[in-house]
């Protein structure tokens, strides 16, 4: 039965239509959000005419940033601001 489905089904019938990407001069965070927003791991990367031109995952953004730092930022930032008005 299994591998009757396997050789019947095309990826048609079950992918997704409705792809989100990001172009290959989004910054860092426009990727994240992406992530986040949608719940997925990994984004088409399409260049100024459509094309797709690569794949970028979660695992190569923790290459460049690890979420562990992410984590450091509160700990770091002030909790009192000091402001002047002129």
Excluded at 4 to 16: A, F, G
Excluded at 52 to 74: A, D, F, N
């Amino acid at each position: 039965m299994i591998q009757e489905l396997l050789r019947t089904t095309t990826m048609k019938d079950i992918m997704v239509s409705s792809v989100v990407t990001v172009h290959e001069g989004d910054a860092f965070h426009i990727v994240w959000e992406k992530f986040e927003t949608h719940k997925i791991r990994h984004l088409p990367v399409v260049n100024d005419a459509g094309c797709v031109v690569g794949l970028i995952s979660q695992r190569h953004l923790y290459k460049i940033h690890s979420p562990r730092h992410w984590k450091m930022v509160p700990g770091i930032m002030k909790k009192t601001c000091w402001t002047r008005s002129f």
